[in-house]
């Protein structure tokens, strides 16, 4: 086996068929985009396309997109200069550079910012890039392979996505099969992150009973192969804790880890966190004559608040709703007063 070409387990065709796909991109020097819904093997797909390349020997560098803002996702890619920005005391590398000769793995590619669509279009292109702050053109061959779980034309539709990057990046794309549309695959896996499970706590692993099969095979699995990982290895260390050498029933009380009596009531719109109506100023409705300001301020904290009250007071998924970036959310909520706290800060709602 060339390199370390990481493990993938699903014999359904769904599956096969994808896979059957990436061996075929694998060899050629051209960027990839993989598409998925979350939890379906985004990464271990990108990975393959890594190690089964005539780069697996290179460099296979990751970085996750909407981990982090636009000057630091920008300095992370591209790298900045001493003095580029407060804090920046000493140059630092890029990992288009670091990834030189190799791959280059950008997840969660939709949520960049169009700033740094920009760059990632350039250096796509023409191999070339400049740190933030500095004016040397730079050149790096790195491979470029993408991953999101959005449809990234209708994003283009919306303006969220350049149609000219999204050009560049899907020279061809791996749409993922979810867990659902993968007949047999469900039981595979679960047995396979039951044993790895077993394993790490000394213990035989005796199997899931047939029903605990059927179960599997039967659940939808919304969070994919994720969600079965931890829903295995739960109810696997459950039933192990007293070893009977019994067979594993299926549990469905181990689905949801939160489930509990006790569990603390949900957040509703309009918590708290969400800055009630009283506590903006009162706007007058639009009328004909009425000043332009007047009616300009009244529509968009009318777009604002129904944006946030759709998703619970999310600001980030407000702004995705609304089309713009975080900061020109925030942006807007300063501009009209909104308080310290508008809505749910991103760091506390997502994952």
Known sequence: MIGDTPQIIGEAPEWLSALEHVSRLAPLE?????????????ELIAERLHFLSRRWDGPYIKVNCAALSDDLLDSELFGHERGAFTGATERRTGRFELANGGTIFLDEIATASQRVQEKLLRVIEYGEFQRLGGEKVLETNVRVVAATNIDLPSAVEAGRFRADLLDRLAFDVVTLPPLRARKGDAALLADFFARR?????????????????????????????????????????????????EPVRFDPGSLDPFASPFR?????????????????????????????????????????????AAHDGHQG???????????????LLRKHDYGKKPGKPDSETEN
């Open 197 to 245: 499970m077993a394993r790490e706590m000394l213990e035989d692993f005796p199997g899931f009973a047939p029903s605990a099969i059927d179960a599997i095979e039967a659940h939808d699995w919304p969070g994919n192969v994720r969600e079965l990982r931890n829903f295995a290895q739960r109810i696997t260390a459950r039933a192990l804790v007293v070893p009977t050498n």
């Open 317 to 331: 998924k407000a702004a995705e709703t609304l089309g713009l970036t975080y900061h020109q959310f925030r942006g």
């Open 264 to 308: 603390p009531p949900s957040v509703l719109k309009g918590s708290v966190e969400t800055p009630p109506a009283a506590s903006r100023p009162k706007l007058p409705k639009p009328e004909l004559g009425a000043p332009f300001d007047v009616q300009t301020r009244l529509f968009e904290t009318t777009l604002i608040d129904a944006a946030l």
């Open 30 to 42: 051209r960027p990839a985009l993989v598409i998925g819904e979350r939890g379906t093997g985004k």
